[in-house]
């Protein structure tokens, strides 16, 4: 069965604090891995795609890379406006639906 | 604004009542997808109109209907509505497949 496990579910850091969150996934067949971000009561923002393993994506703080198991995007010296849930979805070659992760709580305090 | 505009944006209601949410997708995009989020759960995927026909189905309730009309905007109907209705529900759009989609800011539902 095709699935997505985000982890940690929260976590705090202090700003300027670097660390790294994990999407690992079990697909038949990986068609895109997807990253959002979603503020509270909003709507997830897209930040990354990534298609093979090896691909890096870079957006200001965060980096996305991607394995064959798994995917962590890395924040490096957050801000507290980093703060957000972040999700993590992936598409299979067998189906063209998002299969989603729970998120990851991020809260940065200054 | 990401281009996805939902209407209305809060909506509260009685049980029993039918309700009707309405997206209209970015520009250029053929894919309509409606996602329900309830309190602090994740994101359950409902329905996906492509080009006006239903494309997909995931766990949408048979007390929950959706349609593409050919201006490629999209209505979800919700009847005989319950409070464990209440949450947010968010349309999203693609241009293909293989691309992110992008959400709008959502409709809260709020059933009493």
């Known amino acids: 069965e095709d699935q997505v496990t985000q982890s940690p579910e929260a976590l705090r850091l202090q700003e300027g604090e670097s660390s790294s969150l994990n999407c690992s996934y079990t697909v038949s067949g990986l068609r895109g891995l997807f990253w959002y971000r979603q503020d509270p009561g909003k709507g997830p923002e897209f930040l990354f795609t990534?298609?093979?393993?090896?691909e890096e994506k870079e957006k200001e703080r965060l980096k996305a890379t991607l394995t064959k198991k798994e995917s962590f995007l890395h924040i490096t010296a957050p801000k507290p406006e980093d703060s957000a849930t972040y999700l993590c979805?992936?598409?299979?070659?067998?189906?063209?639906?998002?299969?989603w992760g729970a998120g990851t709580k991020l809260i940065i305090k200054p | 604004d990401s281009g996805v505009t939902q209407t209305p944006k809060h909506l509260i209601t009685a049980t029993g009542q039918r309700v009707t949410l309405r997206c209209s997708p970015r520009?250029?995009?053929?894919?309509v997808y409606w996602y329900q989020q309830s309190l602090d759960q994740g994101l359950q995927f409902l329905i996906q109109?492509?080009?006006?026909?239903?494309?997909a189905k995931g766990n949408i309730l048979e007390r929950f209907s959706a349609q593409q009309f050919p201006d490629l905007h999209s209505e979800l109907n919700l009847s005989s509505l319950e409070l464990g209705d209440s949450a947010l529900y968010f349309c999203a759009s693609s241009v293909g497949d293989r691309t992110g989609y992008t959400f709008g800011s959502g409709t809260r539902l709020t059933v009493v």
């Open positions: 520009s250029g995009d053929l894919s």
């Open positions: 109109y492509y080009n006006g026909e239903e494309r």
């Open positions: 990534l298609y093979s393993a090896g």
């Open positions: 979805a992936v598409q299979a070659d067998s189906n063209y639906q998002l299969i």
